[in-house]
């Protein structure tokens, strides 16, 4: 096959995995829908299960917890009386499962156009922005399709596959680039080493910041209980929630942390030094910083988990800035931008 | 308080004074401050959001050339910014202070916390509580086998899983793991501070060189030869190596298929002959992009290439008043390129100075002034500009690439236009006046090096590492305590029982230590049973 006739077929695949997202959107949106009390019900029991859910949030701040709390943090399950939901709805289990196998699908096709691309242009696919884009959200779904089933994340679906597709929108329309080989600095298995483990990062972060800024909502209402609980009361409790956050956020960290590293022994190799405070690399830097003060707010005594989320949700749009602006815009030229736009 | 109350108020108490300190404790406050976590977090996101503006502003570090650009274009806000440091925002004042302060910071963080490590390190597991069963993990369970067995059954388990063991009294046993996760932070932390340190190696006796080298010339390394060197402030002039280089052939692809990507580069190569140190044998490298040449301890990178177009400038006799392969540095994608071509062989206000472009591909018609359309020497062009007077006013140093037109006079044609002095390989132009003639003999390429030495380089990378593999350490052990206490009892048909409370207790969230009391309490339960 040609190289052009592969990059169609890759083009292809990616627009195919865009409709299959699209269903699954819509499944993960039926699943969440299905999740909320019916509305009656709720009402009469609202006040009541408001309280208990208030207090059971505060005690597994600090309080006990035994196994099986622990048991239904893993599972993903809503503590217990947040809203005496009982088990999850048959309705509900089986939009998930099927929005779960329709992200597998769609994963499955967009990974498959990065392969695709990637034989067309002979390297690793992602030397201009419409190819790193694509590549870093097929990286998401995969971290997604992997961590899902077994920590019952189907609520986390919409969160994901919604971002997912933005970007995928983005990067056929405005930052579709054709197929074309590499320029000679971007000629190294150093920048495949470090690319891939920034993509593997900034997957687990954007796992980390969906999940956190889902534990902002869920805290708001174990916090303020509403008098109509809904769908927000029937996912994991928010200190589950807060801790499956710091967990992702924390391999990302390390994945960032050997990014960081890898970036500057390519950089040594490119350009004669490793460490010169080019856009890229102070951008590279920022996120590491604040990710690190993240950490450090969540040992820190008396900082709110509020708080570190916030610091944490700082360090997420750092990684946004740094791969649309300091790649698109003209004030932040330095060495990297090599993005073919 | 907001009302004001005119009657005086009798002080019954005296207003609350801080506690007098003296200047000791002054300071042994202020160190308490400065090494606490919270101060730790602050200057963490303090040093994210001021490195900003290096991204922001042009810096003088990476591009100068912009720097000075941006100062001409805002008159009023520049010199301001320049003055607060904007342009050198990683080496200013306030950046530095930031990071200085962070770095003692962290000093003053592992010192304590290494001695109380250490100390850890070689304490024991603490005692068993009364009733572990209130821990926060735990399970029990009953069994007919003696107290003694159960102790030993769980030391057993415990110590397989790595934790290390130890019974305060008969009844109890006290386990604790994951020592090294509190090692791995240390670690951690103190290969930060190699990093700063290499970094400040690198700075203090690094140096580096650039140079441009056209094809078929020979490069001596020596302070004096590049074209700019620039030394930290503790290298050794002495120990800059003395290699002889030359470039025999610089390669350069372009891509020539039409599309979005026309034009661009595909490959650069350096083919040169290199010499460790005059008189040495001469050995073939090749120096390209990623793939740097070492050499007595320095690197040669290639970070650029161009032009060097081979100029003849005689007077209006035919004597040759200059002749060289003169480099033109590229401006853009197309290496449209600019330089200068200084005639300093004649007489001071008789002096010429030619300046403009090299068009490797020309754009023929310069309806839009002078372009190239492909960098690629395809159909090569010079077009320049003549000015006479004195070159160097005032002796004063100026850059190869620039022409210092304060005491120059353009020169212009009869009719009184400006000469545009435009040739294509082998011509040649007849400067009117009788000033004599250029020609454009042909065209080479140079490559432009960059020789680096930075002895700081190991020692940051090996920190690096370091960093990593402490911080996995550190983010993936838990820290935990797991006790396991018996009780006799008599089972509901009056036989003998022993009643086995386990406890587990973790610094953070962790899941995983539930596992492990399960595991502890399922041997139990079925070892001890079985007998
Ligand atoms: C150069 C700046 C610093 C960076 C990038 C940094 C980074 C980190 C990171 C990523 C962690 C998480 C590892 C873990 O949880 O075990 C951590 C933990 C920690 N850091 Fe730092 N740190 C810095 C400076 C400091 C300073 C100055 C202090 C002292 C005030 C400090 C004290 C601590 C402590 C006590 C922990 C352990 C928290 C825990 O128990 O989980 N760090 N640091």
Redesign the interface.
């Known amino acids: 096959m040609t190289p052009e006739t592969l990059a169609n077929l890759a083009n292809n695949a990616l627009y195919s995995s865009m409709v299959v997202f699209t269903l699954a959107m819509l499944a993960f949106v039926a699943h969440l829908s299905a999740r909320a009390p019916r509305r009656a019900q709720a009402r009469a029991s609202a006040r009541t299960d408001a309280l208990v859910a208030a207090g059971v949030g505060a005690a597994a701040d600090g309080g ?4 099986r709390d ?2 239904r ?2 599972a993903g399950e809503p503590a217990p009386g947040s809203a005496a939901y009982g088990p999850e709805s048959l309705r509900s289990r089986q939009w998930g499962s099927i929005g779960l196998t329709l992200t597998y699908l769609a994963t499955l096709l967009l990974v498959g156009s990065v392969v695709l691309r990637g034989v067309a242009v002979a390297r690793p696919p992602w030397g201009n922005m419409f190819e790193f884009a694509t590549a870093a959200v097929a990286a998401v779904g995969v971290a997604y399709s992997v961590l899902a089933r077994r920590n019952r994340w189907e609520w986390l679906g919409v969160f994901i596959v919604t971002p997912i597709l933005l970007v995928l929108g983005l990067a056929v329309t405005v930052l579709y ?2 197929a ?2 590499l ?3 971007l ?2 298995y ?1 920048l495949a080493i470090h690319v891939t483990v920034a993509f593997l990062a900034v997957s687990l972060f954007t796992l980390g910041a969906a999940v956190g800024a889902v534990y902002l909502l869920r805290r708001r209402r174990e916090v303020r209980p509403s008098a109509r609980p809904g769908v927000i009361e029937s996912l994991p409790s928010a ?1 589950a929630l807060e ?1 499956t956050a ?1 967990s992702l956020n ?1 391999g990302g ?2 994945l960032w ?2 990014t960081l ?1 890898a970036g ?3 950089a ?12 890229k690399e ?2 590279t ?2 996120i590491w ?2 990710y ?2 993240y ?3 969540r ?5 709110d988990a509020r708080k570190s989320m916030y ?1 944490a949700l700082a360090g997420y749009a ?1 990684v946004i800035i740094n791969f649309t602006a ?1 790649n698109l815009v003209s ?5 990297h931008n090599y993005s ?1 736009m | 308080m907001t009302s004001t109350d005119t009657r005086t108020p009798r002080r019954t108490t005296p207003e609350p004074q801080p506690p007098d300190l003296g200047v000791l404790g002054m300071l042994r406050w202020a160190w308490r401050q400065l090494t606490s976590m919270r101060t730790a977090l602050f200057l963490l996101l303090l040093i994210s959001v001021a490195a900003v503006p290096g991204s922001i502003f042009p810096q003088r570090n990476i591009d100068p050339g912009r720097v000075a650009d941006y100062l001409t274009r805002h008159q009023s806000s520049g010199p301001w910014l320049d003055r607060l440091g904007f342009f050198d925002v990683f080496s200013s004042p306030w950046f530095s202070a930031i990071y200085l302060l962070l770095f003692i910071s962290l000093i003053g963080c592992i010192v304590p916390r290494a001695k109380v490590h250490l100390k850890a390190l070689r304490s024991r597991p603490p005692r068993a509580p009364a009733r572990p069963e209130r821990l926060e993990h735990h399970a029990s369970l009953t069994t007919s086998a003696a107290p003694e067995q159960v102790l030993a059954t769980a030391r057993e388990v415990l110590a397989s899983r790595r934790f290390r063991v130890h019974s305060h009294d008969a009844a109890s046993v006290s386990a604790e793991s994951g020592y090294l996760r509190e090692t791995g932070n240390l670690v951690f932390h103190v290969a930060l501070t190699g990093i700063i340190v290499g970094m400040a190696v690198g700075h203090l006796f690094g140096w580096r060189g650039d140079v441009i080298v056209p094809e078929g010339q020979k490069f001596a390394s020596s302070i004096s030869t590049y074209n700019t060197f620039s030394p930290g402030p503790w290298v050794n002039p002495a120990r800059i190596p003395s290699f002889v280089l030359t470039v025999d052939k610089m390669q350069a692809d372009f891509i020539q298929t039409p599309g979005k990507t026309f034009g661009q580069p595909r490959d650069f190569i350096a083919h040169t002959t290199v010499q460790a140190r005059p008189g040495a044998a001469a050995v073939p490298e090749q120096i390209s992009v990623n793939h740097p040449l070492s050499i007595d301890g320095a690197d040669v990178f290639l970070l650029g290439n161009g032009y060097t177009p081979v100029i003849t400038v005689r007077d209006a006799q035919g004597e040759v008043l200059y002749h060289d392969a003169t480099p033109f540095l590229p401006q853009d994608q197309t290496y449209r390129s600019v330089g200068v071509v200084k005639v300093s062989a004649l007489p001071a206000p008789k002096q010429l100075g030619l300046t403009g472009f090299f068009l490797p591909t020309a754009e023929p018609t310069f309806a839009n002034g002078p372009a190239s359309v492909f960098p690629d020497a395809l159909d090569p062009e010079l077009a320049l500009s003549v000015w006479e007077g004195t070159l160097f006013p005032g002796g004063m140093p100026q850059s190869v690439y620039t022409l210092n037109t304060e005491a120059m006079k353009q020169v212009t044609k009869p009719d009184g236009s400006p000469v545009l002095v435009r040739l294509k390989p082998g011509q040649t132009y007849e400067l009117p006046g009788d000033r004599g003639s250029v020609t454009f003999d042909s065209v080479k390429r140079f490559a432009g090096l960059s020789v680096r030495h930075d002895p700081g380089e190991l020692i940051a990378l090996v920190s690096a590492i370091l960093t990593t593999a402490g911080l996995i350490l550190a983010l993936t052990l838990k820290r935990r305590r797991v006790f396991v206490r018996v009780r006799q009892a008599d089972d509901p048909d009056g036989r003998a029982a022993t009643v086995v409370s386990i406890g587990g207790l973790s610094k953070d969230s962790d899941a995983g230590l539930t596992a492990v009391i399960q595991a502890v309490h399922d041997r139990l339960a079925e070892r001890t049973t079985a007998t």
Do not use: C, L
């Open positions: 006990t917890r035994d196994a622990v048991a943090d893993r680039t054709e074309h080989e320029m000679p600095a000629k190294s150093w200190a801790r710091y924390m960290f390390i942390t050997f590293i500057s022994i390519w040594k190799q490119a350009w004669g030094a490793y460490w010169q405070w080019d856009p102070v951008w830097f920022v910083a604040v690190a003060a950490m450090h707010s040992a820190t005594a008396g900082v610091i750092a300091v004030t932040f030229v330095g060495m073919g």
